[in-house]
């Protein structure tokens, strides 16, 4: 499909037209105020609220009057990664695309078709004049991707729909029904320095890990990145001293580089140990990770303080000790039910820090899991913070936008769509539990790689995507 075709279709012109524009997790003004205009040049109400969030109201079409109000919902902003030799400043660089085929990449960063494509369906559907249809609230949250305050810090009665299709899923053919609920785990402690003993400063870097979405994608046995370089260090222990120490960009993505900053009189010895390592990761990685490397670099070696050794040895317990991927699983469906994504390391305000992003679909677990992170943090000396948790989804018993979802799936394609469950948190558990009652239902276009330079979205199927979306808003009546 041609450049040109694709920007004949709204859907596509409006997400050409989001790309444009900044929309990190947490810097959403732009983006949020661009949806405020946008409401505002069409003459249709529109609600921009504290968080940014953005309500846009369309008032039914002739013979929908008595129908049900219906919610369509996404999320504005995006995860912002690169690849590391990728020159990008997402504050203020348009994310650039790439049409290969039947996708859209991006060129070096995250696409941000998740969810920027639910966002671009939402407006061209308020934008029709020839749509059958209840009336539409569209929701527009921020600050999904990164703890979901805004949609946290909704004020629900400002909602009158008690139906709503969330567009944040990435797989056709695929509805969903229930979602995993999580949060984020934050174990630091102070950074205690000591006069360096060594002369020779090198820089060591896990790469080449494919990385992905923390929760859709944690069952793929994809390395991590801060796992795996809490376990070289370990092994170099005795031979280096930290000078500093960093991995991932975001704590809901699977870390695909990390690094650390050492210095040594032993280059030769951790040179050997290292290569040793490298070889079992790649006979432990061939299928999931089969590019993975690590690789050492000569740096400034006018480092005159390092880590005191006891808070070295402090972290390496913490990073080898903490749980890492998929922890349960249920044999009845097939699916992740609790997990944990080691995804950020960082040195912050003289402090290192290591967050998590743990998640589950059943609350008691998650709950016993922080328990037993407050007590790894006992153990290995870093307080623990817990941050920005949010409610799963329960899947309900019955549900009729669900059934029209289905009925209108086998009708347009021939063919019966799939119910299911994913281990991945969106919103739908939030806003339920601000309308009683709700009934709702996701579901979108195929997407891959989400959350890394990788990610691509396929253009027939949001054409079909978007298709089902019309047909689904015009049964509901």
């Given at each position: 499909m041609t450049e040109e075709r694709i920007n004949a279709e709204r859907v596509f012109h409006y997400f050409r037209e989001i790309s444009k524009i900044p929309r990190c997790s947490k810097k959403e003004e732009h983006i949020s105020q661009y949806l405020y205009d946008w409401a505002r040049s069409k003459e249709l109400e529109v609600i921009q609220d504290k968080q940014k969030n953005i309500i846009i109201f369309k008032e039914a079409s002739k013979g929908y009057e008595n129908a049900p109000t219906v919610i369509l919902?996404?999320?504005?902003?995006?995860?912002?990664?690169?690849?590391?030799?990728?020159?990008?400043?997402?504050?203020?660089?348009?994310?650039?695309?790439?049409?290969?085929?039947?996708?859209?990449?991006?060129?070096?960063?995250?696409?941000?078709?998740?969810?920027?494509?639910?966002?671009?369906?939402?407006?061209?559907?308020?934008?029709?004049?020839?749509?059958?249809?209840?009336?539409?609230?569209?929701?527009?949250?921020?600050?999904?991707?990164?703890?979901?305050?805004?949609?946290?810090?909704?004020?629900?009665?400002?909602?009158?729909?008690?139906?709503?299709?969330?567009?944040?899923?990435?797989d056709e053919g695929k509805f969903l029904a229930g979602c995993a609920g999580g949060g984020r785990l934050y174990f630091s402690t102070d950074i205690m320095k000591e006069e360096s003993q060594y002369h020779n400063a090198f820089k060591l870097i896990v790469k080449g890990l494919k990385g992905g979405h923390s929760g859709a994608e944690i069952h793929l046995d994809r390395g991590n990145a801060n796992k795996i370089m809490g376990r070289?260090?370990?092994?170099?222990?005795?031979?280096?001293?930290?000078?500093?120490?960093?991995?991932?960009?975001?704590?809901?993505?699977?870390?695909?580089?990390?690094?650390?900053?050492?210095?040594?009189?032993?280059?030769?010895?951790?040179s050997k140990k290292i290569d040793h390592l490298l070889l079992e990761l790649k006979n432990e990685f061939k299928f999931s990770d089969p590019e993975i490397d690590i690789s050492i670099e000569s740096t400034n070696s006018n480092h005159t303080r390092v880590f005191?050794?006891?808070?070295?040895?402090?972290?390496?317990?913490?990073?080898?000790?903490?749980?890492?991927?998929?922890?349960?699983?249920?044999?009845?469906?097939?699916?992740?039910?609790?997990?944990?994504?080691?995804?950020?390391?960082?040195?912050?305000?003289?402090?290192?820090?290591?967050i998590c992003a743990p998640r589950s679909s059943i609350a008691s677990l998650l709950e016993d899991f922080?328990?037993?992170?407050?007590?790894?943090?006992?153990?290995?000396?870093?307080?623990?913070?817990?941050?920005?948790?949010?409610?799963?989804?329960?899947?309900?018993?019955?549900?009729?936008?669900?059934?029209?979802?289905l009925r209108a799936f086998k009708d347009i394609f021939g063919k019966d769509a799939e119910v299911k469950a994913i281990h991945a948190g969106l919103e739908c558990g939030f806003i339920m539990e601000k309308?009683?009652?709700?009934?709702?239902?996701?579901?979108?276009?195929?997407?891959?790689?989400?959350?890394?330079?990788?990610?691509?979205?396929?253009?027939?199927?949001?054409?079909?995507?978007?298709?089902?979306?019309k047909e689904v808003i015009k049964r509901i009546k």
């Open positions: 919902q996404g999320h504005m902003d995006m995860v912002c990664e690169k690849n590391s030799d990728k020159v990008h400043d997402f504050g203020k660089d348009p994310i650039s695309l790439v049409y290969k085929n039947d996708f859209i990449y991006a060129d070096g960063t995250t696409l941000g078709a998740d969810n920027g494509i639910a966002v671009a369906m939402i407006l061209a559907i308020l934008e029709s004049n020839n749509l059958e249809h209840p009336a539409i609230e569209a929701l527009i949250t921020t600050d999904e991707e990164t703890g979901m305050t805004g949609v946290a810090n909704l004020d629900g009665t400002l909602l009158n729909g008690r139906i709503m299709i969330n567009l944040d899923s990435g070289l260090l370990y092994q170099i222990k005795d031979l280096v001293e930290l000078v500093e120490i960093g991995g991932g960009s975001a704590e809901n993505a699977i870390p695909r580089e990390a690094f650390a900053v050492i210095k040594t009189n032993h280059h030769d010895e951790m005191d050794k006891k808070i070295f040895d402090q972290y390496l317990n913490l990073i080898n000790l903490v749980p890492c991927g998929p922890l349960k699983i249920t044999n009845e469906i097939d699916l992740v039910i609790l997990s944990n994504n080691p995804g950020v390391v960082k040195v912050v305000d003289k402090k290192i820090q290591l922080v328990v037993k992170m407050e007590q790894l943090g006992i153990v290995t000396g870093f307080k623990l913070e817990k941050m920005a948790f949010y409610p799963g989804w329960e899947y309900a018993k019955e549900s009729l936008v669900r059934d029209i979802c309308i009683p009652g709700l009934d709702a239902i996701s579901f979108g276009p195929n997407m891959y790689n989400l959350h890394s330079p990788d990610e691509h979205l396929s253009i027939s199927s949001t054409e079909r995507t978007f298709e089902l979306l």
